[in-house]
């Protein structure tokens, strides 16, 4: 019923095409997340599907049909924005009642239906104040409560938590997961902020340059990102990302550190002597005791609470990130050797930050086909 | 918090005042010289010291002006009924087209709709004078000359263009976010226009009412030119005042202090959303 497809959607503002051909299928009841840099389209991408924006091109639909033609207030959506849009003359309650005023429920019903999201959001004593009056965090449970109040099958979710305190933030995103589950909505969620992404989605759509980059779960997208840029964008600390140029030998694929091999996945053969940028992740590094690992120096040491960040440096001066858990021993200072997890490295073509695949063909060759 | 010295407050004491006298004396002095016979207004030097009178305003009210070359019958409550009267249906006129207009042109790039918001505004181009030659040849045409439903047409060149200007900057400032969560909620255009569009701008449309109606309440020379003596606001009528047996300053200036109170008083009672309007209305035009 609450399907959400989108058809080779265009979107141009002048002679600037915001979205260009965007294909998208969320499945009913499930949860993509819209990720993106600021500026990739992601706002413009679901005011498109609520109807506030027409597209240029391409098709919306909703449950299989097509909503070009049907105005935002039938479309049966709710969604809360990122800057709230609350009504500034309207106390909360009228702010949440709306769109059961404009489905003509009586004033016992209205009220029943503001009370019980009001009290799942926990803004049931704040229910006469007007917006000015709210703090952020009650402006945006009063927006989310707008969005869910008359239960609808399709919740558009805006970067809902960008303009509210850490705190909040962390305590919405653990919320959050539960609380759209119990909607059982088709949902789509714009962030930029990747815990959340990570956090929320049972997909991800990563969208840069009204394109979408790669669209996959969010192990996927961490483990298997399509391009140098989606690499940096997920996770905390950074991808570490190196200049190699893989070589092969009798033992295989390998690129070097330090005169030392990291040994590449075999299927990566048509990569040599090709320039490369390898992709890995500080918590796939560890230290050892062991001579074979690559050397390295210490620089800096960052404990954060349930991790330790190490800046190592190689003997060609490229520096390192290594994380480890906090209570796991290692070296702080001096010289010291890393070991590297391959089944963690991914490998980029360097011209174009295009993930390269064991089977020989780069990632865009394979979507292509 | 007040960290200006001693000095400081002096002078901006002394140079507020200043400004006050400036602008506030000719009215201070107009309101003296009501309550004033011919004679001690015209003394020389002239004094503060006077016993006032209320004849000047018996005098306007009856109508029956006393100069010395005997009595005289004016029209002025008459002309003081005409300007309220052609100012408040101007306005309301101006108001019913130019706030849905205003949020047209906010809301809506349609072909031409800046040409269009613009060529309303050119209105207040043309030097009314050169407007009124041929516009009293169609309306004596058309049998608007000398009517008020002509007169509040013609005052639409005034009021509208300022209307949509003021108003249309204000749905401009309203982020358009709130209305597509209204729509988004399930209401339809007209109700998002009218409950979320016209309470937000609602500052903007009384400020830009107001100063509609200041327009519009001043305008002199529409009147004269398309109005006969029964349908003449207080700008064109206060020219009977000048008659050839000399000027009756007394009661000018009674007629003056009566024709400046309706506005005086719409003014002050909504002084705030004025300054707010004129400052918005001319960043965001």
Excluded at chain 1, 204 to 220: C, F, K
Excluded at chain 2, 194 to 218: D, H, Q, T, V, Y
């Amino acid at each position: 019923m609450s399907r959400i497809e989108l058809k080779k959607l265009v979107k141009r503002f002048k002679d600037t095409a915001v979205l260009s051909g965007i294909d998208l299928d969320v499945p009913e009841g499930s949860t993509l997340v819209l990720f993106g840099p600021s500026g990739a389209g992601k706002t413009v991408l679901l005011r498109c599907i609520a109807g506030a924006v027409e597209q240029d091109g391409g098709e919306v639909l909703i449950g299989g049909e097509d909503v070009t033609d049907v105005l935002p207030e039938h479309r049966g959506i709710g969604m809360a924005f990122q800057n709230f849009a609350l009504f500034p003359h309207m106390d909360a309650f009228d702010n949440i009642a709306s769109p059961l005023t404009a489905c003509g429920r009586t004033a016992d019903q209205i009220r029943a239906g503001v009370d019980t999201v009001a009290k799942l959001l926990k803004i049931d004593h704040v229910l006469s104040h007007t917006p000015k009056a709210l703090s952020n965090g009650q402006k945006q449970r009063t927006a989310l409560a707008r969005a869910l109040v008359s239960r609808p099958k399709v919740l558009l979710l805006d970067d809902p938590l960008r303009n509210v305190d850490a705190k909040l933030r962390f305590e919405m995103r653990l919320e959050l997961p539960r609380l759209l589950a119990d909607q059982g909505a088709t949902v789509i969620y714009v962030t930029q902020d990747y815990r959340e992404a990570m956090a929320l989605g049972d997909r991800i759509a990563v969208l840069d340059g009204g394109r979408i980059i790669q669209n996959g779960t969010p192990e996927e997208i961490y483990r298997r990102p399509a391009t140098i840029n989606i690499a940096k964008l997920f996770g905390d600390p950074t991808i570490n990302l190196l200049d190699v140029v893989p070589q092969s030998d009798a033992s295989g694929v390998y690129a070097s550190l330090s005169d030392r091999r990291i040994q590449l996945d075999p299927g990566l053969s048509g990569t040599v002597g090709r320039e490369c940028v390898l992709g890995l992740r500080p918590e796939a590094l560890s230290f050892t005791d062991a001579d074979e690992g690559v050397p390295v120096t210490i620089e800096a040491e960052t404990p954060f609470n349930e991790k330790t960040v190490t800046l190592v440096t190689t003997l060609r001066k490229r520096e390192i990130l290594v994380s480890r858990p906090a209570e796991m021993p290692a070296p702080t200072s001096g010289m010291a050797h890393i070991t590297i997890d391959p089944s963690d490295a991914v490998l980029f073509d360097r011209q174009t930050g295009v993930r390269l695949d064991p089977n020989g063909t780069s990632h865009a060759a394979e979507k292509a086909a | 918090m007040d960290h200006r010295s001693a000095l400081e407050r002096i002078l901006r004491a002394i140079a507020l005042t200043a400004i006050v006298v400036f602008f506030m004396f000719p009215i201070f002095w107009i309101v003296l010289m009501s309550l004033q016979t011919n004679e001690t207004i015209l003394r020389s030097p002239p004094s503060m010291s006077f016993v006032p009178t209320l004849k000047n305003y018996a005098a306007i009210i009856s109508g029956e002006l006393d100069s010395n070359a005997g009595t005289m019958s004016i029209h002025f409550m008459n002309n003081l009924l005409n300007s309220i009267l052609l100012s408040v249906f101007s306005v309301a006129l101006a108001l019913l087209l130019g706030v849905p207009a205003a949020y047209a042109f906010a809301r809506h790039k349609f072909r031409g709709s800046e040409d269009i918001a613009f060529t309303l505004l050119s209105f207040r181009f043309a030097p009314p004078l050169l407007v009124l030659l041929p516009l009293t040849l169609y309306f004596q045409a058309l049998g608007l000359a000398n009517t008020y439903l002509g007169l509040v047409w013609v005052y639409q060149l005034i009021c509208l263009p300022l209307i949509l200007w003021i108003v249309r900057g204000y749905f401009e400032d309203i982020s358009p976010d709130i209305e597509h969560a209204y729509r988004i909620a399930g209401h339809g255009w007209f109700a998002t226009f009218r409950k979320i569009a016209l309470p937000l701008a609602g500052p903007g449309i009384a400020a830009a009412g107001l100063l509609a109606f200041i327009f519009a309440w001043n305008n002199f020379v529409f009147a004269l030119v398309l109005a006969s003596a029964d349908k003449q606001p207080v700008t064109v009528g206060a020219l009977a005042f000048v008659t050839a047996s000399g000027i009756q300053y007394g009661q000018i200036a009674a007629a003056i202090v009566m024709s400046i109170a309706p506005t005086l008083l719409l003014a002050l009672w909504a002084q705030r959303y004025l300054v707010e309007g004129l400052s918005l209305g001319a960043v965001k035009g």
